[in-house]
């Protein structure tokens, strides 16, 4: 986590300031979609069903209260 910090701008930092109710594993979902990966990689990196993984972004969109037309892996690129 700390070297995800250093090479991406304090991105967990800056997610946990801006959001504190998130879980350890919504913030391991937030840097995989910063990382761009396929909700596929994803479900095979946290060890879930693909099922999961979608059940864990709409989760996710909604702790950051996200619309459904902004893309989740874009926010999570662009989040400063």
């Known amino acids: 986590q ?3 910090d250093r090479i991406h701008e304090n ?11 998130l879980t350890s594993n ?7 979609l910063r990382l761009n990966l396929s909700s596929k ?3 095979n990196l946290m060890n879930i069903s693909l099922k999961g993984v979608e059940a ?3 989760r996710l ?8 037309e902004k893309n989740l892996n874009e926010f999570m690129i662009e989040l400063k």
Not at 11 to 21: D, G, K, S, V
Not at 26 to 32: T, V
């Open 41 to 43: 990689d994803i479900a």
């Open 2 to 4: 700390s070297n995800f």
């Open 56 to 58: 864990g972004r709409y």
């Open 11 to 21: 991105f967990f930092r800056n997610l946990h300031t801006r959001y504190p109710e």
């Open 26 to 32: 919504d913030l391991r979902l937030c840097a995989y």
């Open 61 to 68: 969109r909604k702790k950051l209260n996200i619309s459904a």
